[in-house]
């Protein structure tokens, strides 16, 4: 079965960090590009970022970038989002999900997510 | 940024109808859009990609049409499990974006 494992969410601090962690089974992680949405409480769903298959190539939504790092570890079968400088838009539940490879490069599956709480 | 902009925001309709939910882009994508399915507390399920091709195992009344910049998702007789949130995706542009949502509640 695909399936996509989020972890590492909690409640932190204005100004804190913290690491998202994306398990991946059930297949070939290594030949896919894999994403980060979020959505905050009660909104809709944002792009966060993405990375191409072997972790050269990164993009950030401008509302992350400089802030957030998108990795992966290929080996492990696993993604990763580090977080700094957190805010409190920060709050949401974020998800990993696979970009397919077919026409369109829609997101399947999706994790069942993480929350973060950015608060004081 | 390719703005995406779904409407209606909310509808209501009963079992059995037909429903129809449009996504307009700010500017042509192809036919690089997608839809989602999203229930409460739940990830969002793909049901159809590349405008008009239905993800499998999700269910025929479900179709999607369009190219450019309008596109439509249709539900042929709405079941009691299609009462949910539905979202467009564009995916021709980095940063990709996503429509605001359209809500389906039951009449």
């Known amino acids: 079965e695909v399936q996509l494992v989020e972890s590492g969410g909690g409640l932190v601090q204005p100004g804190g960090s913290l690491r998202l962690s994306c398990a991946a089974s059930?297949?070939?992680?290594?030949?896919?590009?894999m994403h980060w949405v979020r959505q905050a409480p009660g909104k809709g769903l944002v792009w966060v970022s993405r990375?191409?298959?072997?972790?050269?190539?990164?993009s950030y939504a401008d509302s992350v970038k400089g802030r957030f790092t998108i990795s992966r570890d290929n080996a492990k079968n696993t993604l990763y989002l580090q977080m700094n400088s957190l805010r409190a838009e920060d709050t949401a539940v974020y998800y990993c999900?696979?970009?397919?490879?077919?026409?369109?490069?829609?997101?399947?599956?999706w994790g069942q997510g993480t929350l973060v709480s950015v608060s004081s | 940024d390719i703005q995406m902009t779904q409407s209606p925001s909310s509808l209501s309709a009963s079992v059995g109808d037909r429903i129809t939910i449009t996504c307009r882009a700010s500017?042509?994508?192809?036919?690089?859009l997608n839809w989602y399915q999203q229930k409460p507390g739940k990830a969002p399920n793909l049901l159809i990609y590349s405008a008009s091709s239905l993800q499998s195992g999700v269910p025929s009344r479900f179709s999607g049409s369009g190219s450019g910049t309008d596109f439509t998702l249709t539900i042929s007789s709405l079941q009691p499990e299609d009462f949910a949130t539905y979202y467009c995706?564009?995916?021709?542009?980095?940063?990709?974006?996503f429509g605001q949502g359209t809500r389906l509640e039951i009449k």
């Open positions: 990375i191409n298959s072997d972790g050269s190539s990164t």
């Open positions: 999900a696979r970009e397919t490879s077919v026409v369109g490069a829609p997101f399947d599956p």
């Open positions: 500017q042509s994508i192809s036919n690089y």
């Open positions: 059930g297949f070939t992680f290594r030949s896919y590009w």
């Open positions: 995706q564009q995916s021709s542009n980095t940063p990709i974006t």
